[in-house]
Protein backbone atom coordinates (compact mmCIF):
# COMPACT_ATOMS: atom_id res chain seq x y z
CA UNK A 1 0.00 0.00 0.00
CA UNK A 2 1.41 3.41 -1.19
CA UNK A 3 1.89 5.63 1.80
CA UNK A 4 -0.75 8.44 2.91
CA UNK A 5 -0.76 11.79 4.30
CA UNK A 6 -1.72 10.82 7.46
CA UNK A 7 2.22 9.13 8.19
CA UNK A 8 3.66 12.47 8.05
CA UNK A 9 5.29 12.91 11.04
CA UNK A 10 5.29 15.95 13.38
CA UNK A 11 2.21 19.26 13.38
CA UNK A 12 0.16 18.71 10.36
CA UNK A 13 1.15 20.67 7.42
CA UNK A 14 1.33 24.72 8.21
CA UNK A 15 2.97 25.86 11.30
CA UNK A 16 1.89 29.38 10.26
CA UNK A 17 -0.98 28.63 8.14
CA UNK A 18 -4.87 27.74 8.90
CA UNK A 19 -4.12 24.51 10.99
CA UNK A 20 -7.84 24.49 11.97
CA UNK A 21 -9.34 24.93 8.35
CA UNK A 22 -10.35 21.64 6.63
CA UNK A 23 -10.52 20.85 2.68
CA UNK A 24 -10.44 18.17 0.36
CA UNK A 25 -7.57 20.28 -1.05
CA UNK A 26 -5.32 19.83 2.19
CA UNK A 27 -5.55 16.10 2.08
CA UNK A 28 -2.24 16.65 0.07
CA UNK A 29 0.08 20.06 0.24
CA UNK A 30 3.22 20.27 -1.13
CA UNK A 31 5.22 21.88 1.19
CA UNK A 32 4.51 24.20 3.59
CA UNK A 33 6.69 27.07 6.55
CA UNK A 34 7.44 25.56 9.80
CA UNK A 35 10.24 27.27 12.40
CA UNK A 36 12.56 29.09 9.92
CA UNK A 37 12.71 26.17 7.59
CA UNK A 38 10.37 25.25 4.30
CA UNK A 39 9.35 21.45 4.76
CA UNK A 40 8.29 20.20 1.42
CA UNK A 41 7.27 16.57 0.30
CA UNK A 42 10.04 15.16 -1.58
CA UNK A 43 8.50 14.17 -4.82
CA UNK A 44 11.17 12.04 -6.47
CA UNK A 45 10.23 9.34 -3.61
CA UNK A 46 6.84 8.86 -3.85
CA UNK A 47 5.07 6.72 -4.31
CA UNK A 48 6.85 4.63 -2.17
CA UNK A 49 8.09 7.02 0.31
CA UNK A 50 6.31 9.47 1.78
CA UNK A 51 9.12 11.88 3.20
CA UNK A 52 9.15 15.69 4.00
CA UNK A 53 12.00 18.03 3.42
CA UNK A 54 13.53 20.54 5.77
CA UNK A 55 15.08 23.32 3.86
CA UNK A 56 17.15 25.89 5.52
CA UNK A 57 19.31 27.13 3.04
CA UNK A 58 18.56 28.82 -0.47
CA UNK A 59 20.60 26.63 -2.26
CA UNK A 60 19.22 23.81 -0.79
CA UNK A 61 15.45 25.20 -2.30
CA UNK A 62 17.91 25.88 -5.53
CA UNK A 63 18.55 21.99 -5.89
CA UNK A 64 15.44 20.63 -4.61
CA UNK A 65 13.55 22.62 -7.64
CA UNK A 66 16.27 21.40 -10.15
CA UNK A 67 16.05 18.00 -9.16
CA UNK A 68 12.47 17.80 -9.59
CA UNK A 69 11.82 16.98 -5.28
CA UNK A 70 9.62 19.95 -5.51
CA UNK A 71 7.74 20.58 -8.92
CA UNK A 72 5.16 21.56 -10.77
CA UNK A 73 4.94 25.70 -11.67
CA UNK A 74 3.16 26.69 -9.25
CA UNK A 75 4.57 24.98 -6.41
CA UNK A 76 8.08 25.96 -7.52
CA UNK A 77 7.09 29.39 -7.40
CA UNK A 78 5.67 29.56 -4.00
CA UNK A 79 9.00 27.40 -2.99
CA UNK A 80 11.36 30.20 -4.67
CA UNK A 81 9.56 32.75 -2.82
CA UNK A 82 10.27 30.50 0.08
CA UNK A 83 13.43 30.57 -1.14
CA UNK A 84 14.67 34.67 -1.21
CA UNK A 85 13.58 34.48 2.60
CA UNK A 86 15.92 32.03 3.42
CA UNK A 87 18.24 34.12 1.37
CA UNK A 88 17.48 36.87 3.27
CA UNK A 89 18.61 34.98 6.70
CA UNK A 90 22.06 34.83 5.18
CA UNK A 91 24.75 37.42 4.72
CA UNK A 92 26.11 35.83 2.09
CA UNK A 93 22.83 36.24 -0.33
CA UNK A 94 21.77 39.56 -1.54
CA UNK A 95 18.51 39.71 -3.26
CA UNK A 96 19.97 39.78 -6.73
CA UNK A 97 22.12 37.05 -6.22
CA UNK A 98 19.38 34.65 -4.65
CA UNK A 99 17.06 35.47 -7.56
CA UNK A 100 19.71 34.55 -10.29
CA UNK A 101 20.09 31.44 -8.23
CA UNK A 102 16.86 30.46 -7.83
CA UNK A 103 15.68 31.25 -11.59
CA UNK A 104 18.17 29.46 -13.17
CA UNK A 105 16.70 26.29 -12.24
CA UNK A 106 13.62 25.85 -14.13
CA UNK A 107 13.67 28.06 -16.76
CA UNK A 108 10.36 27.31 -18.34
CA UNK A 109 7.63 27.74 -15.67
CA UNK A 110 6.91 31.25 -15.83
CA UNK A 111 4.99 31.14 -11.61
CA UNK A 112 8.88 30.68 -10.67
CA UNK A 113 9.81 34.20 -12.10
CA UNK A 114 6.58 35.26 -10.33
CA UNK A 115 7.50 33.65 -6.85
CA UNK A 116 10.84 34.96 -7.14
CA UNK A 117 9.84 38.81 -7.75
CA UNK A 118 7.10 38.91 -5.06
CA UNK A 119 9.91 38.70 -2.42
CA UNK A 120 12.52 40.57 -4.10
CA UNK A 121 10.33 43.56 -4.18
CA UNK A 122 9.78 43.07 -0.46
CA UNK A 123 13.53 43.15 -0.11
CA UNK A 124 13.87 45.93 -2.46
CA UNK A 125 11.31 48.06 -0.12
CA UNK A 126 12.32 46.72 3.18
CA UNK A 127 8.97 44.73 4.03
CA UNK A 128 8.09 41.80 5.64
CA UNK A 129 9.67 38.91 3.33
CA UNK A 130 7.67 36.07 5.05
CA UNK A 131 4.84 37.95 5.10
CA UNK A 132 5.18 38.50 1.01
CA UNK A 133 5.93 34.78 0.79
CA UNK A 134 2.67 33.91 2.55
CA UNK A 135 0.58 35.81 0.88
CA UNK A 136 1.94 34.54 -2.74
CA UNK A 137 1.33 30.68 -1.62
CA UNK A 138 -2.54 31.89 0.10
CA UNK A 139 -2.94 33.45 -3.17
CA UNK A 140 -1.60 30.74 -5.61
CA UNK A 141 -4.01 28.40 -3.14
CA UNK A 142 -6.50 30.62 -3.40
CA UNK A 143 -6.61 30.40 -7.58
CA UNK A 144 -6.45 26.84 -7.61
CA UNK A 145 -9.34 26.28 -5.44
CA UNK A 146 -11.45 28.81 -8.25
CA UNK A 147 -10.08 27.10 -11.10
CA UNK A 148 -11.64 24.23 -9.17
CA UNK A 149 -14.81 25.56 -8.98
CA UNK A 150 -14.56 27.23 -12.34
CA UNK A 151 -14.05 23.73 -14.03
CA UNK A 152 -15.62 21.08 -12.09
CA UNK A 153 -19.50 22.07 -14.50
CA UNK A 154 -17.12 20.15 -17.25
CA UNK A 155 -17.05 17.41 -15.55
CA UNK A 156 -20.26 15.80 -15.87
CA UNK A 157 -21.62 12.56 -14.08
CA UNK A 158 -18.85 9.73 -14.48
CA UNK A 159 -16.94 12.10 -16.75
CA UNK A 160 -13.99 10.20 -18.19
CA UNK A 161 -10.96 12.92 -18.04
CA UNK A 162 -7.60 12.64 -19.54
CA UNK A 163 -4.44 14.75 -18.07
CA UNK A 164 -0.89 14.38 -18.34
CA UNK A 165 2.15 14.95 -16.08
CA UNK A 166 1.01 15.87 -12.30
CA UNK A 167 -1.14 19.19 -12.20
CA UNK A 168 -2.64 18.25 -9.00
CA UNK A 169 -1.68 19.75 -5.53
CA UNK A 170 1.67 18.68 -5.55
CA UNK A 171 2.27 20.80 -8.15
CA UNK A 172 0.41 23.92 -6.88
CA UNK A 173 0.84 23.20 -2.78
CA UNK A 174 -2.96 22.87 -2.66
CA UNK A 175 -5.73 21.84 -4.75
CA UNK A 176 -4.06 21.30 -8.24
CA UNK A 177 -4.84 23.43 -11.80
CA UNK A 178 -6.37 20.33 -14.13
CA UNK A 179 -7.34 18.35 -11.05
CA UNK A 180 -8.83 21.21 -8.82
CA UNK A 181 -12.13 20.34 -10.94
CA UNK A 182 -11.93 16.57 -10.71
CA UNK A 183 -11.53 17.14 -6.90
CA UNK A 184 -14.56 19.18 -6.37
CA UNK A 185 -16.93 17.15 -9.09
CA UNK A 186 -15.56 14.01 -7.10
CA UNK A 187 -16.78 16.20 -3.99
CA UNK A 188 -20.08 17.19 -5.37
CA UNK A 189 -20.89 13.29 -5.98
CA UNK A 190 -20.52 13.14 -9.64
CA UNK A 191 -17.80 9.98 -9.63
CA UNK A 192 -15.18 10.95 -11.95
CA UNK A 193 -12.76 8.72 -13.73
CA UNK A 194 -9.15 9.91 -14.90
CA UNK A 195 -7.20 8.53 -17.32
CA UNK A 196 -3.90 9.14 -15.58
CA UNK A 197 -0.59 9.23 -18.59
CA UNK A 198 2.33 7.76 -17.33
CA UNK A 199 4.38 10.40 -18.31
CA UNK A 200 7.68 9.57 -19.27
CA UNK A 201 10.56 9.68 -18.65
CA UNK A 202 10.03 11.02 -14.66
CA UNK A 203 6.79 9.54 -14.52
CA UNK A 204 5.23 12.27 -12.58
CA UNK A 205 1.41 10.99 -14.16
CA UNK A 206 2.04 7.20 -12.17
CA UNK A 207 3.85 8.01 -9.63
CA UNK A 208 2.31 11.29 -8.33
CA UNK A 209 -0.92 11.55 -9.85
CA UNK A 210 -2.23 8.71 -9.18
CA UNK A 211 -0.92 8.55 -6.04
CA UNK A 212 -3.26 12.02 -5.37
CA UNK A 213 -5.94 10.32 -6.76
CA UNK A 214 -5.69 7.39 -4.50
CA UNK A 215 -5.41 9.24 -1.55
CA UNK A 216 -8.79 10.71 -2.02
CA UNK A 217 -10.60 7.97 -3.39
CA UNK A 218 -11.07 9.08 -7.46
CA UNK A 219 -11.14 6.14 -9.72
CA UNK A 220 -8.67 6.24 -12.61
CA UNK A 221 -5.97 4.25 -14.41
CA UNK A 222 -2.67 4.61 -15.56
CA UNK A 223 -1.92 4.20 -18.45
CA UNK A 224 1.60 4.55 -20.78
CA UNK A 225 1.83 7.55 -22.81
CA UNK A 226 1.12 5.76 -26.17
CA UNK A 227 -1.93 4.60 -25.08
CA UNK A 228 -3.90 8.12 -25.33
CA UNK A 229 -4.36 7.67 -28.46
CA UNK A 230 -6.40 4.66 -28.49
CA UNK A 231 -8.63 5.33 -25.41
CA UNK A 232 -9.64 9.12 -27.50
CA UNK A 233 -10.33 6.72 -30.27
CA UNK A 234 -12.39 4.45 -29.24
CA UNK A 235 -14.38 7.40 -27.47
CA UNK A 236 -13.41 6.40 -23.93
CA UNK A 237 -12.36 10.24 -23.04
CA UNK A 238 -14.87 12.52 -22.88
CA UNK A 239 -12.21 15.66 -22.34
CA UNK A 240 -8.67 16.17 -21.52
CA UNK A 241 -7.43 18.84 -18.92
CA UNK A 242 -3.98 19.24 -18.25
CA UNK A 243 -1.97 22.01 -16.44
CA UNK A 244 1.04 24.69 -17.70
CA UNK A 245 4.03 26.04 -17.28
CA UNK A 246 3.57 29.08 -19.09
CA UNK A 247 0.96 30.27 -21.28
CA UNK A 248 1.30 33.18 -24.13
CA UNK A 249 -0.59 36.37 -25.11
CA UNK A 250 -1.52 34.28 -28.25
CA UNK A 251 -2.42 31.05 -25.95
CA UNK A 252 0.21 28.99 -26.68
CA UNK A 253 1.59 26.97 -23.70
CA UNK A 254 4.00 25.00 -22.50
CA UNK A 255 3.47 22.10 -20.65
CA UNK A 256 5.48 18.48 -19.83
CA UNK A 257 6.29 17.02 -23.20
CA UNK A 258 3.57 15.03 -24.39
CA UNK A 259 1.31 17.79 -23.88
CA UNK A 260 1.30 18.26 -27.45
CA UNK A 261 0.48 15.03 -28.79
CA UNK A 262 -2.46 14.88 -26.93
CA UNK A 263 -3.80 17.88 -27.82
CA UNK A 264 -3.45 17.44 -31.60
CA UNK A 265 -5.35 13.60 -30.63
CA UNK A 266 -7.99 15.56 -29.03
CA UNK A 267 -8.78 17.41 -31.78
CA UNK A 268 -8.77 14.97 -34.37
CA UNK A 269 -11.44 13.05 -32.46
CA UNK A 270 -13.52 16.19 -31.64
CA UNK A 271 -12.58 15.90 -27.77
CA UNK A 272 -12.90 18.90 -26.09
CA UNK A 273 -9.13 20.14 -24.21
CA UNK A 274 -8.59 22.46 -21.30
CA UNK A 275 -5.50 23.79 -19.86
CA UNK A 276 -6.00 24.95 -16.27
CA UNK A 277 -3.63 27.50 -14.74
CA UNK A 278 -3.54 30.23 -12.08
CA UNK A 279 -2.29 34.05 -13.23
CA UNK A 280 1.07 33.19 -12.30
CA UNK A 281 1.63 30.99 -15.42
CA UNK A 282 0.47 33.20 -17.87
CA UNK A 283 3.07 35.75 -18.98
CA UNK A 284 2.22 38.49 -20.70
CA UNK A 285 5.52 39.67 -22.28
CA UNK A 286 5.25 36.81 -24.40
CA UNK A 287 3.36 36.63 -27.82
CA UNK A 288 4.10 33.68 -29.33
CA UNK A 289 4.82 29.71 -27.80
CA UNK A 290 7.93 30.00 -30.15
CA UNK A 291 9.28 32.25 -27.83
CA UNK A 292 8.99 30.05 -25.11
CA UNK A 293 12.26 28.89 -23.20
CA UNK A 294 12.36 25.32 -23.38
CA UNK A 295 14.44 23.50 -20.38
CA UNK A 296 16.36 20.49 -21.73
CA UNK A 297 17.21 18.34 -19.15
CA UNK A 298 19.95 15.43 -18.99
CA UNK A 299 20.25 12.51 -21.04
CA UNK A 300 20.07 9.97 -18.52
CA UNK A 301 16.20 10.58 -17.53
CA UNK A 302 15.87 8.58 -20.68
CA UNK A 303 18.26 6.62 -21.04
CA UNK A 304 18.13 4.76 -18.07
CA UNK A 305 15.07 3.29 -16.06
CA UNK A 306 16.04 3.71 -12.37
CA UNK A 307 19.00 1.95 -11.71
CA UNK A 308 18.58 0.11 -15.13
CA UNK A 309 20.77 1.60 -18.35
CA UNK A 310 17.87 1.10 -21.36
CA UNK A 311 19.85 2.58 -24.20
CA UNK A 312 23.42 1.83 -25.66
CA UNK A 313 25.88 3.53 -23.97
CA UNK A 314 27.48 5.42 -27.05
CA UNK A 315 23.36 6.47 -28.41
CA UNK A 316 23.01 10.19 -27.71
CA UNK A 317 19.59 11.34 -26.68
CA UNK A 318 17.42 14.26 -26.65
CA UNK A 319 15.40 15.20 -23.40
CA UNK A 320 12.95 18.48 -23.49
CA UNK A 321 11.01 18.34 -20.37
CA UNK A 322 8.48 20.67 -22.23
CA UNK A 323 6.55 21.09 -25.35
CA UNK A 324 4.45 23.53 -27.08
CA UNK A 325 0.92 23.38 -27.72
CA UNK A 326 -0.79 26.02 -30.40
CA UNK A 327 -3.45 27.67 -29.06
CA UNK A 328 -5.72 26.41 -31.94
CA UNK A 329 -6.24 23.11 -30.03
CA UNK A 330 -7.37 25.19 -26.63
CA UNK A 331 -11.01 24.40 -26.39
CA UNK A 332 -10.69 27.04 -23.30
CA UNK A 333 -8.75 28.31 -20.30
CA UNK A 334 -9.91 27.46 -17.03
CA UNK A 335 -8.57 30.50 -15.17
CA UNK A 336 -9.44 31.77 -11.60
CA UNK A 337 -11.88 34.13 -13.25
CA UNK A 338 -13.59 31.31 -15.31
CA UNK A 339 -13.37 29.96 -18.59
CA UNK A 340 -11.40 32.18 -21.09
CA UNK A 341 -11.28 31.38 -24.52
CA UNK A 342 -7.49 31.48 -26.09
CA UNK A 343 -8.45 34.96 -28.21
CA UNK A 344 -9.41 36.69 -25.46
CA UNK A 345 -6.12 36.05 -23.24
CA UNK A 346 -4.41 38.88 -24.69
CA UNK A 347 -7.13 41.49 -24.13
CA UNK A 348 -7.74 39.70 -20.51
CA UNK A 349 -3.63 40.78 -19.89
CA UNK A 350 -3.36 43.83 -21.83
CA UNK A 351 -5.79 45.41 -18.65
CA UNK A 352 -2.62 44.83 -16.36
CA UNK A 353 -0.16 46.89 -17.40
CA UNK A 354 3.31 46.51 -15.46
CA UNK A 355 3.01 48.45 -12.03
CA UNK A 356 6.65 48.01 -12.02
CA UNK A 357 8.11 45.33 -14.10
CA UNK A 358 11.52 44.17 -13.25
CA UNK A 359 13.87 42.37 -15.79
CA UNK A 360 17.56 41.64 -14.45
CA UNK A 361 19.93 39.18 -14.02
CA UNK A 362 18.59 36.58 -16.18
CA UNK A 363 15.35 36.92 -13.52
CA UNK A 364 12.20 38.41 -15.56
CA UNK A 365 9.43 39.22 -13.59
CA UNK A 366 5.58 38.86 -13.73
CA UNK A 367 3.89 42.12 -15.96
CA UNK A 368 0.83 41.72 -14.50
CA UNK A 369 -0.74 43.46 -11.75
CA UNK A 370 0.17 42.34 -8.32
CA UNK A 371 -2.09 42.87 -5.23
CA UNK A 372 -0.98 44.18 -1.35
CA UNK A 373 -0.34 40.47 -0.53
CA UNK A 374 1.35 39.24 -3.81
CA UNK A 375 -1.66 38.00 -5.34
CA UNK A 376 -1.48 38.24 -9.02
CA UNK A 377 -4.71 39.47 -9.88
CA UNK A 378 -6.12 40.61 -13.38
CA UNK A 379 -7.89 44.32 -13.06
CA UNK A 380 -11.03 42.98 -14.58
CA UNK A 381 -11.27 39.39 -13.50
CA UNK A 382 -14.80 38.64 -14.87
CA UNK A 383 -13.46 38.93 -18.33
CA UNK A 384 -14.32 35.77 -19.59
CA UNK A 385 -14.91 33.78 -22.98
O1 LIG B 1 8.76 18.97 -14.85
P1 LIG B 1 7.57 19.17 -13.95
O2 LIG B 1 7.17 17.92 -13.26
O3 LIG B 1 7.76 20.33 -13.01
O4 LIG B 1 6.42 19.55 -14.95
C1 LIG B 1 5.18 19.90 -14.45
C2 LIG B 1 4.15 20.10 -15.49
O5 LIG B 1 4.39 20.04 -16.66
C3 LIG B 1 2.80 20.46 -14.99
O6 LIG B 1 1.82 20.00 -15.85
C4 LIG B 1 2.74 21.99 -14.93
O7 LIG B 1 3.78 22.49 -14.12
C5 LIG B 1 1.47 22.47 -14.45
S1 LIG B 1 1.36 22.23 -12.72
C6 LIG B 1 -0.11 22.80 -12.20
Redesign the pocket.
Known sequence: MSPSTKEIRGPRPGARQEMGKKSAGERVRALWWERGALRAID?RRLPRELKVLRLTKVGEVADAIRT?AV??????GVAAAYGMVLASHDPRWSATTAARLLGST?P??H?LFVGIGVVRRAWDEGEDLLGAAEGYRDAVVEE?RAIGSAGAPLVAPHARVLT?????AL??VEW???LAPVRLAYREGRDPFVWVDE?RP?L?GAR?TAWELEQEGIRHAVIADNAAGHFLHRREVDLVI????RITRSGDF????G?YEKAVLAHENGVPFYV???WS?FDPRLEKGEDIPV?E?AREEVTTWGQVVTAPEGSPARNP??DVTPSRYVTAFVTPAGLVSPGRISSLLRAHRPERPVHEHGTHLDSVRLDPKGAVRPRRARLRS
Not at 71 to 76: E, L, S, V
Not at 164 to 168: E, I, R, Y
Open positions: QLRGAPTIRTADCHCNAGATGTATLQLVGADANKVTAAPTERAF
